[in-house]
């Protein structure tokens, strides 16, 4: 009776159950290229030292995206769940697309009307001279698919910009993050939309305050899930018309 109830019931050291202890074994070792496993503890002096650097130096990239993989811990299950719920973002979870130059046909974004989501994304990296590809991949989110969930987000903050019509400009950067701080609840958005502001002038702030900031919630609570959005079919569709349909007011 003592060997069935074994097999049945099967108990791992120190009375933990096989499922559990399986379970802290997967978080020592790599779940995804480039996982790093952290403790809680090793999380919370990441996110300290991150949020500092960041605060100290916006543009400090890297930084930023420690911070947001080691505060994402509830914000990311939420969106992944969103995701889940709704077909495209479903769709979007199961074949992984990813935005990079290496999967991007510049010459045809290029191509296309004026006007067109794919050549206005192509416009604001050129004319703010940046590019898809130094988004940085997730290290310390230990789960797969919300390491992908933290990435897909990355990849589409430029996306973001064009169809809030923002430059990559300090002011332009507080206004997106006002926004993706009401749509996805990062607490890294919300640091960046709470203390962004305090490099801008007399003048920016005043018109942050009394025009960007209003409009960049009242967008963020009205669109849909900007995850949900596949955007790499979407290229052919103007802006204002992906703007409509997210739910995204037009810029002030």
């Not at 650097?53 to 990311?76: I, K, N, Q, S, W």
């Not at 002011?171 to 960046?192: I, N, R, S, Y």
Request: aromatic share 8%; glycine share 8%; charged share 25%.
């Amino acid at each position: 009776g003592r060997a069935l109830l074994s097999h049945a019931e099967p108990r791992a050291r120190h009375g933990r159950s096989q499922e559990e202890e399986e379970e802290g074994e997967a978080a020592r070792y790599p779940l995804y290229p480039g996982h790093i496993p952290t403790s809680p503890l090793q999380k919370a002096l990441l996110a300290a030292g991150s949020a500092a650097m960041a605060l100290y130096d916006p543009y400090r990239h890297d930084m930023v995206a420690v911070l947001g993989e080691t505060t994402g811990c509830l914000a990311l299950p939420n969106l992944r769940d969103k995701m889940k719920h709704h077909p495209e973002g479903y769709r979007i979870l199961q074949e992984r697309p990813r935005i990079r130059l290496s999967t991007l046909d510049m010459a045809r974004l290029q191509g296309l009307p004026d006007g067109s989501l794919g050549r206005e994304y192509v416009r604001f990296l050129e004319d703010n001279k940046v590019s898809p590809d130094t988004r940085m991949p997730p290290k310390f989110v230990d789960d797969e698919e919300l390491a992908y969930v933290i990435q897909r987000y990355r990849e589409v903050h430029d996306l973001m910009h064009t169809l809030l019509g923002m430059p990559t400009n300090m002011l332009g950067e507080v206004v997106v993050k006002w926004f993706e701080a009401v749509q996805t609840g990062l607490p890294m958005c919300v640091l960046g939309a709470a203390f962004g502001p305090i490099r801008l002038s007399t003048r920016k702030l005043r018109v942050l305050a009394t025009e960007l900031v209003p409009w960049a919630i009242q967008s963020g609570r009205n669109a849909s899930c900007v995850l949900n959005v596949y955007y790499e079919q979407r290229w052919e569709q103007s802006v204002e018309s992906l703007r409509e349909e997210i739910g995204i007011f037009p810029p002030p």
